[in-house]
Structures are given as structure tokens and as C-alpha cells.
């Protein structure tokens, strides 16, 4: 008996599931490196790496590839809806890879590498007659990138392509809307909670040492109280930048549990990474090599870390489990630092402060905002790199009150734009607003969801993320994700009102002008 | 300004590169899976190194490589010699890999992973009947792919081109001429050892518990001492069989303290690995992408593994250190089991035993003449599978004298010839030839060698292995190697003077009829 011949679209799944093989491999490798290599392999590795990205780039941008797009679309009627799902994210990695000439995407990876360079060198003295060429640099590659992808994929703007590239599936205009909604109430917020944070009880500090093995007992701890299944993952306690990778049935992540003075750094690194991997391991299995079985890009994915540890892990009632389990770790039965309710007022201080990365969870979104902004008028050529720094401190000043000292702490500190990671930003915070919205509607429809949290049992919580998040992959749009498991398409109504109650201790109550739930309408000329 | 064209030789040289790349990628992958891959994700794994395989066959199978090999073949004699070489190599890696039919190599991967599974699963019970066709199946296909390799390489014989595919660059008349004076000598030895052992005193048994963790770092002591660099290597200390793998500038190596009993075995599989990774490491730095510069198939590796192991570890004056060591980390200052001496008569127990990887070093190559016998004899068709056991059996009465009491102690122990890996066996003996070869010229040119190892110090003959091994990686073959080395090609001699002065206690002494220094001579017709 001889096989029928392979349809375009076999074609396609057969090649796209090679192409998440190969790229698996390489995330292993990736963790690897971070995790187990040995320090001087590092040229090895990074010729292996890059062979692999070589490799899957020819697959994928193999003729034959767009013969089978074009073939399988023209009889995609006939394809179950998931499978014409999968066709539109086929194209869209194939217009990302191969929409691009050879030129620009080799220097695509130059600006990555070399930009990583250069952003390590300069970021600590913050040289910005050094560094400002290669900004114009990079932002002009980008955003002859950007014009391509708006073009082949029909996105609203160039900026739109490339924050799709990150966050698919999401309009620049919504974000727009949601994001003036929360530049219009955050500095009052932040006026409001650094007030009454002067007024309130003070936190005693943690007093050190806490022995990194220790730490890392109690991350294991929280990270099996979550729900991670380590017989399909990894947690690794190091010295290093926390994240996320590997591969969905081989998820490793890494914590930081250097810091002897205080151990909330590991326990909100912890918690954070453990949220991602939680979403990788529950994608669905089924799919999983296809691109419908991924995980929707950045701004849900950093949903997902964010629902853990700023939503979850934060509720009053989490600091009795996290009480309980400090005290028997460290083996401090009596250090008053440790109670329940001295730990949440260390988790919760607000502060205004130059570095993003070091940010508390109500000044964060703030941050981005301000990057936000700025990478669109520098795409959009409404600021140039010149005037970059400047801009920077007007932004610090009128978001935060502060002002940076220099440009390491101001417009050098991030490894984005020198990287051409131009369009990566607003996953950040709209991961937070994404997070609270979701979080909204998992403990209306699970009500003990906070009080479960007392003894560490975040099922409820994480079943229902499964359901509704974990377990779609990429098969929706993130509006369509967002109506599907809410009832709403994503809004910054529930994140306000979560920070005005943690940290004004009120609901939000928006102005009449600032109606944050009205959706922007199209625009009409002359408007 | 426009580069020049590349040479033929050069795109060879960037092809092999890339593809030394991904199998360096597909070994780390490998290792990992030993080491620290969760347990429930070999599904992802299994599929990423199929992957990877198939990539690098499809990078050497691409028709442009032949062109390329025969215009830089007929250009060669511009090229300097190290290239030269390295071009015979790389025509001998394009026929192993494309000269076979899709079909062919499709199959022999199947065999090793099938075979695999079968002997996992048979070779407990040592179910023959199940097991036969399976095995008549492998080496059918074996004969047939030794034939195509013969004819293409020009191999004096079949059984030699599948036995140069694990040890090239060696004649199989050599090896057949060296082993027919091992087969004479060893019955006597091995009596006479057994003998001599029984009136000599008897050792201590060692006292257990030695916990894993200690035995860990008595392993990582060794090693340390031995010269292994670990910012370019790693140890893992687990329940498995030890194994040497990785890249050569990321070499992993596992070793087992598993067995609480006694910490013998696990200092004896640390140095075999750790005599591995050193050669590995040691390959020249300038050609690590290159065929040439990798390391000469497996019976130099052995012998590498095998000179410390066997030759440098088992020295009277090693026993020092090892006591010293011992003593340290177990915290025995008093047991008396630990003395030099009785750890030396524990090491160097001989004990005629069906299992090859239990058997101690006297009556380790009794095991590898068998079967190198017998493999021939299946692969030329002189011996039927049918016939198998019964010829396993008498082989082993004839060499050790026991018979085993079934097949799964007898000719279903190996997962060698199930698998596809026929030819490799002559490998472990010959490592161990070379080994006594290399150290009695390594001894000659150091003679401080041996009394330096009482405190650990290997560095005399890890530089001397450096200089005329591990640094010449593939540039010459056996021979060539071994002459420059030690002033002879490889015999014997060395190898029965070693045994017999360890085991007899008293320099080899060949009697008239069997000058193992001799080289075989052509055969004319008739004779």
C-alpha cells in the first residue's frame, strides 16, 4: 500500500515541528550555558547556538516553505479551525524569518550581540557619546524592520509591527488608550501610597545572614506549592539574572538566592519564574509541536509570572504561608522580622527610584510608560537619540518626581533598544494589567482563592489559570483570550483599582473623563 | 574590495565546521539527558537529537560536498599536509555517512535504537528465542553495509571496514597477529595469577557505609590531580554508568558512588572517564572544528582511559595517595582496610567471571578475544547465529575455563552486536595495548613517573600523553602515532610484560614460538 502524498499543510507541520525541535535544543542549550557550563566553554557554545539559529533560519526560509503557505491558504476552508490557526502563525513566523533580506536579518543579530556588548561595557559609566551612534543605529535597522513586517503582515504602524513581534495579536491603539488611563492616575497613586506609607506602621528590617542553600530550600518549597511539576522541569537556585527557558516539557528556571541580607528577592524571583513555567508546562500537549501549541508572546506571558507574584503572592493571606515556611528554613521560630504581617509591609514599601529593574510593583508601571513613549516617538521620528536623555529626565520628573543623576541611570540602563529589542516594553505592564484583570475574574469565580493561599495551596488559582490561559496556547487572539476568560477585552479598570486598594486603601474611582473602559474608536479623517 | 572566491577546500572547511558544531550541540544534549534532564522529558529530548542527526546527515549528504571533495582532492598537493589530511578524513566521513542508501541508513539507526530496547528488555531473562532473528537482522545489515564500506574505502576485508569505522587507521592483520599472542599467553597467565594469588596474603574486605557525597569528592580529588581542567569539563558524580561525552572544550564526564560497600569502583571509573576527558581536552585547540583535529577513533581512546586507569592508577605508589585521600574524606584515619597495601590487593584481585564490564584486568581481554572471534566469524559467515551460544560457551571454557550457566551471562550480555555496533569490541583490548606500549615509553623518557604518583602528582605523564597523543588529535594514523610515540608499532609485547610481571610477578618470557614482535607478512598465493 502506498501513502497518499502529503498535503501542503503535512508539509508545513512536519517542517514547523523540525523547527521547534531544533529551537528547543537550542533554549536547553541556552539554560545550559547559564546554569551547569563550565565558564571557559563559551565559544563552544555560542558557535552551537548560532549553527542552530543558522539551521532553523534555512528551514524556514526554504522555498518550499511559501509554496506550501501559499497552497495550504488557498485550501484552508477545508482545515479544522486550529489548524487555521496554525496556518496564520506559520505565516507570521515565516514573514518574521524570511520576510527580511539576508543583509538585514544578519544585521538584526549583529545589533543583538554586538549591542550587548557595548550596553554591558558603557551601562556603568553611562558614556552616552559612546553609546548614542549605535542607538541611531539600531533604531534605524529597526525601523526598516518595523516598515517590512507592517507591510507583509498588515499592521495599523511600524511601531504596531514591532511590538506585535513581542506581543502578537494586540492593537498599538489599545494599548495607547489603556496606557493614558494609567499615566492619568499613577502619580496621584504614587503621591497617595508614599503619604500614607510615612503614616503607617514601619517594617522592622530582615537581619541577615540567610544562607543561599537555605534560600533555595525555601524556593523549592514554593515552587512545589505552586504547582511546578518537576518531573518535566527544573528549578535552579544560582547567583544570576533569574529567568525562564527551555523547552515546555523541559522548563528551567533560575532564582537568585545570593542576597544573605534578605530573602524576599528569592522568594519574588522564585514565585515570578515559577509563574512562566507554570504557563509553558500546561500549554497543550496535543500541539505542542506546532505553533498553536505555544504560549501567547510576552504581555501574557508576563501575565502569568505577574498573577503569582504580584497578585497572589502578595495577598495578605500569602504571608502566613510564607511566615511558616521562613521560620522553619531559617530555623528562626522567634525573629519578629519574620511575622506574617512584618513581611508584607516589607513587600510592599513603595519608593520612587531610577532603576526599572529595581522598581516596587506600584512605581513600575511607570517605568514603562515613559519607555513606552519614547520608543515610539524615536521609531516614529518625532524625538531624535539626541534629545533622548533630556526627554528621559522630563519623563522621570513628571511620572516619578525624580530625576536621574546621570544616563546610566536614566536612558542607558536597559539592554532593549541597544539590542533592537525596540517594541518589547509595554509586555511588562501590560503583563501587570493583564494579570490583575485575570486575577479579577479567577477569585470571582473561585472566592477562596486568597484564603487558600494561607497554607500554600495555590490549586484553585492555578487550575483555573490552566484552564482558561495555560491550555489555549496560541489558539486565540489576546483579545479573544482576554473575552473568553474575563468577559472583557483587556482593560486597565482592574489593575487601578488593585493598586488603589493595596496602596491607597480604596477601590479606584476614575474621574468622569478618564472612563478607562470605553474602548478608542477608529479615527475619522479631519478628527 | 571583493573577497576571492572560496576554494573547494574552504567550503569544506566551513561545512565540517558547522557540522562539528551541531554534533558538539547533540553531545552536550546527550550528556544532559544523563545528568540533569528531568526525568518525564525524553520525549522532547529523544526528538531534538533525531533532529540534529538528521541535520548533520542532510549538511553531508548535500551533493555540493562530493563536488567539493573531488576538486579539493585533485588540487591537493597545494595544500599543506595537515590539510591534506584532513581532506582524507573528510572523504572518509562523506562515505560513512553518503555513501549509504537513505534506505540503509534509516535502518542502521533503527537498529541502534530498537536494539537497544530489546537487549534492555531480554538480556535479564537471556530469552534466545526472541532474541536470534533480531540478532541474525543486525549483522545481516552490518555485512552489508561493511561491504559497501569496504569497497569504497578500500578496506582489506569487510570485518575490517566495520571494525575501522570505531578504530581507523589499523589494519585488522595487526590486530589478529596481536591478539593470537594474547590467546596464546593468557590461559597460563591467568592460571598462574590465580595460583600465586591464593598462596599470597589476603586482602582486608572494605567496611561500608562510604556515602555517595564522599565518594563524590574523593572522585573530584582525583580528578583534580589527574590535570582535568574544570573551566573547560565537569564531573557528575551519579547512579549511572559512567561515561565520557560533551565537546572538547566542554567535556562532562559521569562516574557512579553509588555502591556504599566500597568506594573502589567509583575511584576506578572517575580515573577511566577522567583518562578520556583529558585526552578530549588536550586535542589541539587550532583544529577543534576540524575532522583532523578531533581525537583517533576508540582504541586510542581506551587506551587513553586505560593507561591511567589500569597502568598509572594500579602502581604500587599510587596506593599512597589513594590511602591518603581515602582516609581524609571517609574521616577512617585507623580502618585498616584503607592501607596502601590492602587497597593495592583489593585493586588487583583476579577472579575468572562471565560478565566482560565486571571482569578485573587479567581476565578483561580473555572476554574481548572471544568476542572479537566470534564477530568475524558471523560477519564472514563462518559461524551461524543459530550456532552462537554454543560457540560463546566453549570459547569461554577455552579461555577462562567456566561456562556460563546461560545466555544472559553468556552471548546476550553486550548491547554491542543488538545494536549494530559490530567491530568495536578489538577496541578495548587494543586501548589496553597501546596503554602498556604508551607508559613503557612514557616511563623510559620519565622514569620519575611512577614514585610521583605516590602523591598524586600525574603531571609527568598527562604532559608526556599531551605531547605525543592528545596534541596530535587525527593527524596521523595508529601506526604513525604509535611510532613516534614509542619507536615501535603497536604490539603486544609490552601489554604481556605488563601482565605477567603485575599478575606472575616476573617479566613476560614468549617462548620461540610466539614472537609477538613480528609483524604479520603479505600472504602470497598459495601459501
Known amino acids: 500500500m502506498t501513502a497518499a502524498p502529503k498535503s501542503a499543510y503535512q508539509h508545513l ?25 563550565p565558564k571557559n566553554s563559551d ?114 504602524s511600524v511601531y504596531e509591527a514591532l511590538f506585535n513581534s513581542f506581543s502578537p495579536d494586540l492593537a498599538e491603539a489599545t494599548v495607547a488608550h489603556e496606557f493614558a488611563a494609567l499615566e492619568k492616575a499613577l502619580p496621584g497613586l504614587i503621591r497617595e501610597a508614599v503619604d500614607r506609607q510615612g503614616k503607617g506602621p514601619q517594617p522592622l528590617p530582615l537581619k541577615g545572614p540567610f544562607p543561599p542553600e537555605q534560600q533555595a530550600e525555601l524556593s523549592r518549597r514554593l515552587t512545589e506549592a505552586m504547582g511546578f511539576d518537576f518531573t518535566r522541569g527544573k528549578m535552579f537556585a544560582i547567583d544570576a539574572h533569574p529567568s525562564t527557558g527551555g523547552s515546555a516539557s523541559d522548563v528551567r528556571f533560575t532564582t537568585d538566592t545570593s542576597d544573605e541580607e534578605s530573602f524576599l528577592s528569592a522568594v519574588y524571583s522564585t514565585v515570578h519564574e515559577a509563574g512562566h513555567a507554570l504557563y509553558e508546562q500546561n500549554t497543550p500537549l496535543a500541539h505542542r509541536y506546532q505553533p498553536v501549541g505555544g504560549s ?162 495555590f490549586t484553585p488559582l492555578r487550575l483555573w489559570l490552566k484552564d482558561n490561559i495555560h491550555s489555549k496556547g496560541s489558539m486565540l487572539t489576546t483579545d479573544e483570550l482576554m473575552v473568553a476568560a474575563t468577559g472583557e477585552k483587556l482593560n486597565a479598570k482592574y489593575y487601578l483599582d488593585h493598586l488603589s486598594r493595596r496602596y491607597a486603601g480604596k477601590p479606584y474611582a476614575p474621574s468622569a473623563a478618564a472612563n478607562t473602559n470605553a474602548q478608542p474608536k477608529a479615527r475619522k479623517p479631519g478628527n
Not at 543558522?54 to 497552497?71: F, G, N, T
Not at 513587600?347 to 514603562?368: G, K, Q, W
Open 43 to 156: 565559544e563552544d557554545r555560542t558557535r552551537q547556538i548560532m549553527a542552530l539559529a543558522d539551521v532553523a533560519h534555512s528551514l524556514i526560509k526554504d522555498p518550499q516553505v511559501e509554496k506550501w503557505l501559499d497552497a495550504a491558504e488557498k485550501d484552508k476552508r477545508n482545515l479544522p479551525k486550529t489548524d487555521q490557526r496554525n496556518l496564520v502563525l506559520m505565516r507570521r513566523a515565516w514573514v518574521s524569518q524570511a520576510g527580511l533580506s539576508d543583509e538585514l536579518a544578519t544585521e538584526l543579530a549583529r545589533i543583538g550581540s554586538e549591542g550587548q556588548k557595548l550596553h554591558t561595557e558603557l551601562r556603568k559609566t553611562g558614556d552616552w557619546s559612546k553609546m548614542k551612534d549605535w542607538y541611531k543605529h539600531s533604531l534605524d535597522t529597526l525601523r526598516t524592520v518595523g516598515e517590512i513586517r507592517k507591510e507583509k503582515l498588515g499592521a495599523a
Open 296 to 457: 501567547m508572546g510576552m504581555a501574557v506571558h508576563e501575565s502569568q509570572s505577574g498573577i503569582m507574584e504580584r497578585n497572589a503572592a502578595h495577598e495578605p493571606e500569602f504571608f502566613q504561608f510564607l511566615e511558616k515556611q521562613a521560620r522553619e528554613v531559617f530555623n528562626r521560630p522567634d525573629d519578629p522580622a519574620l511575622s506574617a504581617e512584618n513581611l508584607q509591609l516589607l513587600a510592599n514599601r513603595v519608593n520612587p527610584s531610577f532603576i526599572r529593574i529595581e522598581a516596587d510593583e506600584l512605581t513600575y508601571p511607570a517605568h514603562i510608560l515613559l519607555r513606552t513613549k519614547l520608543e515610539k516617538a524615536l521609531i516614529e521620528g518625532t524625538l531624535s537619540v539626541d534629545d533622548l536623555p533630556q526627554a528621559w529626565n522630563d519623563g522621570m520628573k513628571s511620572l516619578l518626581g525624580i530625576t536621574p543623576p546621570d544616563n546610566a541611570k536614566g536612558c542607558m540602563q536597559d539592554v532593549h533598544w541597544p539590542t533592537g529589542a525596540v517594541g518589547y516594553f509595554p509586555a511588562y505592564a501590560l503583563g501587570n494589567m493583564i494579570a490583575a484583570q485575570l486575577y479579577a475574574a479567577a477569585v470571582k469565580a473561585h472566592p477562596e482563592i486568597p484564603k487558600e493561599l494561607a497554607t500554600g495551596n
Open 13 to 37: 507541520q512536519e517542517r514547523f515541528a523540525k523547527i521547534i525541535d531544533i529551537s528547543n535544543a537550542s533554549a536547553i542549550l541556552s539554560k545550559d550555558k547559564e546554569t551547569v557550563m
